[in-house]
């Protein structure tokens, strides 16, 4: 689950926002939003007036993207039965995102999959198996191609519905990054769920440590990233699943197949600047599966860390010098 990745994969770098705080102000905030527990940690003599416009904007923002809360924008558009709905501009821009990064990642990002979540159930108590034929009635209102988007005006095929979960943390992220700086915060953690943003370094000049959450035991870590002014973000088989007849089935769709990605990852970590592209980026990876998902990051100059099935992690070229395996069980694979 998304709260117990905040536990693990977050305790390091909040550790080290503790520990690097001791010759400037430190102002940290706990909240819920996006249906997921949320925490920022600034550094500076205005840190506490900048958290609060940073949590006012994830309030905000998720107002405008929820799927869920009636008055929502997108809420809106979903029941509209293929009629224009017009956007705010901010909603505008995150589903125009949504569809950029859908179509670079050729569907395997897909922000149309809601109909295959609410049919599975997943993280639900109704979490079953669908029969076949539900599954290929869903899979028919999936296809990013299908969405209009003029302007601040959408539309969808009737009984299609949008989910922006899978970009809308690492955009608020890159958001409330901005923020900060604006602020005039140059040192900061923001975690959201399983997005974090790092702003600078910390005091002695050191990297920020960030921990990846051990797939097998999701309230520990099996390495770390030092990583500065960047965002860490993770998807992993291990978040919102359930077992079936001895299956494991997760939250993470193939968009063509209808059914929970059947791959031979267990998760995939992203580092980027641009957390919005990381956390689009974690799911296509996942549901393209180790070699595909490995000549894709070499194309298009991602940088990842796979842990697979096997219990063989590769990490890319640019994060090598600041990743430590730190857990037994694994094996770091050349």
């Known amino acids: 689950m998304k709260k117990r990745w905040l536990c693990a994969a977050a305790a390091a770098v909040l550790m080290a926002a503790v520990l690097a705080g001791c010759g400037q102000k430190e102002v940290s905030q706990d909240f819920y939003a996006m249906d997921t527990a949320m925490s920022i940690r600034a550094y500076g003599s205005h840190a506490q007036d900048a958290i609060n416009q940073c949590v006012q904007y994830i309030n905000a923002l998720e107002q405008d993207i929820s799927r869920t809360q009636e008055g929502s924008d997108l809420s809106a558009l979903n ?50 198996v669908p029969a076949q034929t539900d599954i290929d009635a869903a899979v028919e209102l999936v296809g990013y191609q299908s969405v209009k988007l003029d302007g601040t005006e959408a539309s969808l095929p009737a009984g299609a519905r949008i989910d922006l979960g899978g970009i809308g943390k690492g955009y608020a992220a890159d958001h409330v990054a901005q923020l900060l700086r604006d602020a005039g915060i140059k040192r900061a953690v923001i975690t959201l769920g399983g997005n974090i943003y790092v702003l600078g370094e910390k005091e002695d000049g ?8 051990d797939p097998d035991n999701p309230g520990d870590y099996f390495a770390t990233l030092g990583v500065s002014d960047t965002s ?100 770091y694979e050349e």
């Open 79 to 128: 029941r509209a039965e293929g009629k224009p709905v017009g956007l705010s501009e901010q909603t505008a821009d995150v589903l125009e995102q949504a569809l950029r990064l859908a179509g670079e990642t050729e569907g395997c990002f897909d922000p149309t999959t809601a109909p295959l979540s609410d049919l599975w159930g997943i993280g639900t108590e109704q979490a079953a």
């Open 206 to 213: 050191v990297p920020w440590t960030v921990g990846i959450t």
């Open 232 to 331: 860490v973000v993770t998807s992993g088989d291990y978040e919102r699943y359930f077992e079936q007849d001895g299956a494991r089935y997760c939250h993470i769709f193939d968009p063509e197949t209808g059914w929970p990605a059947q791959t031979d990852l267990r998760s995939v970590t992203v580092v980027s600047e641009c957390s919005t592209e990381a956390d689009a980026y974690t799911t296509a990876l996942f549901v393209m599966g180790y070699d595909r998902a490995k000549a894709f990051c070499e194309e298009h100059g991602i940088e990842a860390v796979f842990v697979k099935k096997d219990h063989t992690v590769f990490v890319t070229d640019g994060l090598r010098d600041s990743f430590s395996l730190t857990g037994s069980g694994y094996t």
